[in-house]
C-alpha cells in the first residue's frame, strides 16, 4: 500500500483508488464498524488520534463563539482548551450544538488519520480492500459513534484519556467539573464517590502513608478502630490530602490514587503523523469582560486568535444576525372551502368488530324507520253553552240613523222593509197581548161570584 498525495492516489494491491473518495467511503461506516474491525485485529487506535480528530472540528467552533455562547464558569476551563481529555472534548462538541456536518467533517478527519498512519498501524492491503468493501450500516448519534471509537482505542506511554498524565492532575483542577472527573473514572470503571465510606477513607489513608514509609503496625490497628469523624482529624493532623466529603481536589487525588494500582494497557502505535494546521489545538485568548450576567445584552466578539481578521467578515454578519434577527411573517394562503379535501372521520371500532364489517355496514342501503303516529286521546265533547246574545237593533250594528234612512240611497229601500215588517208584528203582538188581559179579567170575575 503507498499514498500519492499529489495525484490524491491510494495505491492497493497495485491499483490505484481515489484518496479523498476512500477517506469518504470509510467515514460513513458505523462506529460499531469501525471497533469491530480494530477490535478484531487486535491493534487498536491511540487514544490520541480520537482527541486530534475532535480539536479538528472543534477549532472553528471556538473561533465563531461570542458572549452568550457558554457560561462564564466554561469559558474560564475553556481557556485551557489544550490541555482537555478525550471526556471533555467530547462534552464540549455537544456543548456547542455541533450539527450534523460538523459531525460528518469529525468522521472524515478521523479517517484520514488512521489511513495517513497506516504504517504505524500496520493495516496492509488486504484490510484495505476490506474496509473499502464494507456495507456501510446506519449512524447513530454522535455520542453513539464516539463511544464505539473511544472503545476502540488505547492510551499511549505516558497519556490518560488522550492527555499527558504527568500534567493531568494539574490541569483537571483547571479544567473539568467535579461531575467530569467522575465522569472519566467511570469511563475506565474507576467508582469515585461523591463522599467516601469509611473503609474506602481507611484505605486510602494506609496507601498515603505507606507511600510515605510512615505506616506502622500500630497505626493499622489504631485507623481500624476510628470512626469516619476520627479519620478525617487524624488526616488533618497527619497532612494527609483526603477528607471524607469530596472537594475537586480529592476526587482528582482519588482518581489518580486508583489510576497508581492499575495497569494501563497502550496501544502499539507510539506515535502519530497529521497535519498541524488542521489537528493542532488552536491557540486563543477569552476576553472575560465581554460576557455579561446571566448571558443578557448583545452577543459580543470574545475569542481572539492569530489571524482573526481572516474571519471577520463572516464573524461579523453572524453576530449581526443574532442581534438583530430578521422576523419574517409567515404566508397563510386562504383556500376556499370549497376545494378543502373532504376528510371522512372513522369511528372506533367497537369489541370484536373490524373494519371489514364496518365497511360491508355502510355499503348495505339505509333503511329509514318509520315514526309512529302520535296517540291523540279522545276528549270528552261537553254541551256547548248557549248564552243569550242581546239583540242590537240592525240600526245599530249598521250605524244608521233610521229617521233619515231617505238621506241613504244605498240602504234606503231595504231599511224601509225592515221598518215596515218590524211595525206589522210589534201591532199583531199588541193585539194578542190585549186578548189574553181581557180573558184573565173575565176569569177572575166568575171566580169572585162564586
Given amino acids: 500500500m503507498n499514498i500519492n498525495y499529489e495525484k490524491n492516489q491510494i495505491m492497493v494491491y497495485g491499483k490505484a483508488i481515489k484518496y479523498d473518495a476512500f477517506i469518504k467511503k470509510l467515514s460513513d461506516l458505523s462506529g460499531e464498524q469501525i471497533y469491530g474491525f480494530f477490535n478484531s485485529r487486535g491493534i487498536m487506535l491511540p487514544r490520541m488520534m480520537n482527541c486530534l480528530a475532535l480539536v479538528s472540528v472543534l477549532n472553528n467552533k471556538i473561533k465563531f463563539l461570542h458572549s452568550n455562547s457558554l457560561t462564564k464558569d466554561y469559558f474560564v476551563r475553556l481557556q485551557h482548551y489544550s490541555s482537555f481529555t478525550e471526556t471533555q472534548l467530547e462534552n464540549l462538541f455537544i456543548a456547542l450544538n455541533s450539527s450534523s456536518q460538523d459531525f460528518a467533517q469529525y468522521r472524515f478527519n478521523l479517517m484520514k488519520l488512521i489511513v495517513d498512519n497506516y504504517e504505524a498501524l500496520d493495516i496492509n492491503d488486504g484490510e484495505i480492500t476490506y474496509l473499502k468493501n464494507l456495507k456501510k450500516e446506519k449512524i447513530k448519534s454522535f455520542e453513539d459513534y464516539v463511544g464505539y471509537v473511544s472503545a476502540a482505542c488505547l492510551e499511549q506511554p505516558g497519556t490518560f484519556d488522550g492527555a499527558l498524565i504527568e500534567d493531568l492532575k494539574k490541569d483537571l483542577m483547571f479544567t473539568a467539573t467535579n461531575q467530569e472527573i467522575i465522569l472519566i473514572g467511570e469511563k475506565y470503571g474507576i467508582t469515585i464517590p461523591e463522599r467516601l465510606q469509611k473503609d474506602e477513607y481507611v484505605g486510602f489513608i494506609k496507601y498515603y502513608l505507606n507511600q510515605q514509609g510512615k505506616l506502622t503496625e500500630e497505626a493499622d490497628e489504631v485507623l481500624d478502630g476510628m470512626s469516619i469523624n476520627g479519620l478525617s482529624i487524624y488526616a488533618k493532623r497527619e497532612g494527609i490530602p483526603m477528607q471524607p466529603s469530596m472537594s475537586k481536589d480529592d476526587l482528582v487525588t482519588y482518581l489518580f490514587y486508583i489510576l497508581e494500582q492499575c495497569e494501563i494497557p497502550y496501544s502499539t502505535c507510539e506515535s502519530i503523523t497529521y497535519d498541524e494546521a488542521i489537528y493542532k489545538p488552536l491557540e486563543f485568548t477569552i476576553d472575560l469582560s465581554a460576557i455579561t450576567p446571566f448571558g443578557n445584552g448583545d452577543a459580543k466578539k470574545i475569542i481572539h486568535y ?22 419574517v411573517e409567515p404566508v397563510v394562503e386562504e383556500v376556499p372551502v370549497e376545494e378543502l379535501p373532504k376528510v371522512e372521520i372513522e369511528r372506533p371500532l367497537r369489541p370484536g368488530e373490524t373494519r371489514a364489517k364496518v365497511e360491508e355496514q355502510k355499503a348495505e342501503p339505509i333503511v329509514e324507520e318509520q315514526k309512529a303516529e302520535p296517540i291523540v286521546e279522545e276528549k270528552k265533547v261537553e254541551a256547548p253553552v248557549v248564552k243569550k246574545e242581546k239583540v242590537i237593533p240592525l240600526s245599530e250594528k249598521l250605524g244608521i240613523d233610521v229617521n233619515k234612512v231617505e238621506e241613504n240611497e244605498k240602504y234606503a229601500e231595504r231599511e224601509k222593509k225592515v221598518f215596515k215588517n218590524s211595525r206589522g208584528k210589534n201591532v199583531a203582538i199588541c193585539v194578542f197581548a190585549g186578548i189574553i188581559v181581557v180573558l184573565a179579567l173575565v176569569a177572575l170575575g166568575i171566580a169572585i161570584k162564586m
Fill in 306 to 327: 492569530e489571524g482573526e481578521e481572516a474571519d471577520s467578515e463572516e464573524y461579523n454578519a453572524m453576530l449581526d444576525l443574532i442581534n438583530n434577527p430578521v422576523v
